[in-house]
């Protein structure tokens, strides 16, 4: 089987690889001419565990190459970005009409086209299919067109593309079937066929469950800051209940999904979607919160006010620890913040390469607050006698709740759940 799959990011590349794992002739198209030189050259862009080593493995056996343009092949899968128009907070679809309209030369009847960009509802039956009915098709007779959203976790992608179960949408039941039947290669996971708007709308609201928890959870920080509660202690023992999860607060909610996908709901019926707008709301406005709490922080220590500005030890700017993926990051806002506010601000990720960065001494030396902002596995187990030696004012705000507690009495950890510890 030939595939080829339009756009070579954190989705479309992990697919190819796998679908060249076991024996297909796969063709990566990305319109950056870096990527598709660094690719073919099996140079990665994206950091993901196992992805270089079945990239390797790919190349050598002949089954993946990179392209600009692309080929003939029997199944092409559009793994696009799409982000929200500013207008209204909307799907923009332009990249992926864009990738559709660029595989109509190379299609022939009895091809399949997956969509697996996350879209909202509807848009593969209103927007999608009438492009493939102009060019003179008949879906689902000799073009079949699905809608497959994937459903991964950074840092787990190769693992969970192959093993989670996947949602097939076609336009037709025959459409689902030739969708199911490309995913079989490697899925190992139950393969649930249903229709393309069912698809769209399950996998945007998969996202907003979640937005929604977190959004609680935020919401919950606030009001047991403002009371004089543990927010964390409330969180694991609510969670002791049998049908309770609470999801863990934080600086904010990034990546391409939570933070962008529940708007594709909330722009198609604004006035019924009111408690999705309030999360997102809500979510957004945690970078401010945290601003103001690093405020009352250091208004709070002795001598603070004698320095003219402040430095602040940003620790993350990675959304999701352990990876190198900023986008919609909340620890970017946060840091805009910070600096409007007067801080000099210094900032350390060990995921992330920015010629702006700077390694963790530099960033600590000097500092009168560090600030955790991406739960990655080295800013568990800070090196305290480092921070005691170089800070001014050896104090780490944790928003993401994750630095082990400090026996030290030199060295004070606040988190969501002790905000009022000066």
Do not use: W
């Not at 030890?313 to 620890?321: D, E, F, P, S």
Request: net charge negative.
């Amino acid at each position: 089987m030939k595939v080829c799959i339009i756009g070579q990011g954190y989705i479309g590349l992990p697919t190819a690889v796998l679908f060249a794992d076991n024996g297909c002739e796969v063709v990566g198209v990305d319109i950056n001419p870096n990527i598709i030189n660094s690719l073919n050259s099996c140079e990665l862009h994206i950091e993901e565990p196992g992805l270089k080593e079945k990239l390797e493995l790919a190349i050598n056996n002949k089954r993946y190459s990179a392209s600009l343009n692309p080929h003939k092949s029997d199944v092409f899968i559009i793994t696009v970005p799409t982000p929200n128009n500013i207008e209204d907070l909307s799907c923009d679809l332009s990249y992926v009409i864009s990738a559709c309209e660029s595989i109509i030369p190379c299609l022939e009847k009895e091809n399949i086209v997956i969509i697996e960009s996350t879209i909202a509802p509807m848009s593969t039956n209103k927007i999608i299919k009438p492009i493939f009915e102009k060019a003179g098709f008949e879906i689902g007779k000799d073009l079949y067109l699905a809608h497959c959203p994937e459903r991964v976790l950074p840092g787990k992608i190769i693992e969970e593309l192959i093993n989670n179960d996947r949602i097939v949408g076609g336009i037709t039941p025959r459409c689902s079937n030739k969708a199911a039947e490309v995913y079989e290669t490697f899925v190992k996971g139950k393969i649930m066929k249903t229709e393309a708007k069912t698809a769209e709308m399950s996998k945007c609201m998969e996202n907003t469950f979640r937005d929604v928890n977190i959004a609680l959870a935020n919401e919950l920080t606030k009001i047991c800051s403002k009371i004089g509660v543990n927010s964390l202690d409330v969180i694991e023992l609510a969670n002791k209940h049998p049908r309770v999860n609470i999801h863990s607060p934080g600086p904010g909610v990034g990546g391409h999904c939570l933070a962008i996908d529940p708007y594709f709901i909330y722009s198609l019926a604004p006035d019924e979607a009111k408690m999705i707008k309030l999360a997102r709301d809500t979510n957004n406005s945690m970078p401010k919160f945290v601003v103001d709490k690093t405020k009352e922080i250091l208004e709070n220590i002795d001598g603070i006010k004698t320095i003219e500005a402040p430095k602040i030890g940003i620790l993350g700017v990675a959304y999701k620890g352990n990876t190198v993926d900023t986008r919609e990051s909340p620890s970017l806002i946060c840091i805009e913040l910070l600096k409007k506010e007067g801080f000099e601000i210094a900032i350390h990720d060990p995921h992330v390469e920015d010629e702006n960065y700077c390694s963790f001494e530099e960033c600590i030396k000097d500092a009168s607050l560090c600030i955790v902002l991406s739960d990655h596995d080295e800013f568990k187990n800070l090196d305290y006698d480092l921070m005691k030696e170089k800070m001014r004012n050896p104090i780490i705000f944790d928003t993401k709740n994750i630095v082990k507690n400090n026996e030290s009495k030199d060295l004070i950890v606040i988190n969501y759940g002790n905000l009022d510890i000066l």
